[in-house]
């Protein structure tokens, strides 16, 4: 499935400020889980909404603040989409 452009310029930005021993792992999950967010709402792009939404549910707990904060610093709002819930 493609990407919206922007949105997969962000999250090349995001995984490319993580620490590095976390990028493999977190690039991996999220992506899978925003492709499967896309096709379960039957769309021809994954968009910033299956990210936004792959990132909440595959990041545990613990780093949810420098998630959170990473998602501020590469533009991608996810209190538009009802985040955190």
């Known amino acids: 499935m493609d990407w919206d452009k ?5 999250f090349r930005l995001m ?9 493999r792992i ?7 889980k925003a492709l499967d967010n896309a096709a379960k709402r039957n769309a021809r792009f994954v ?7 792959a990132f909440f549910s595959e990041v545990p707990k613990p780093f949810y603040s420098l998630m959170i ?3 501020e ?8 989409y009802g985040f955190p819930k």
């Open 47 to 53: 968009e910033e909404e299956d990210v936004i939404s």
């Open 73 to 80: 610093d590469v533009g991608f709002d996810y209190r538009k």
């Open 6 to 10: 922007a949105t997969q310029e962000k």
């Open 15 to 23: 995984i490319s400020k993580m620490p590095i021993f976390h990028r």
């Open 26 to 32: 977190a690039e991996e999950a999220a992506e899978k």
């Open 69 to 71: 904060r990473l998602l």
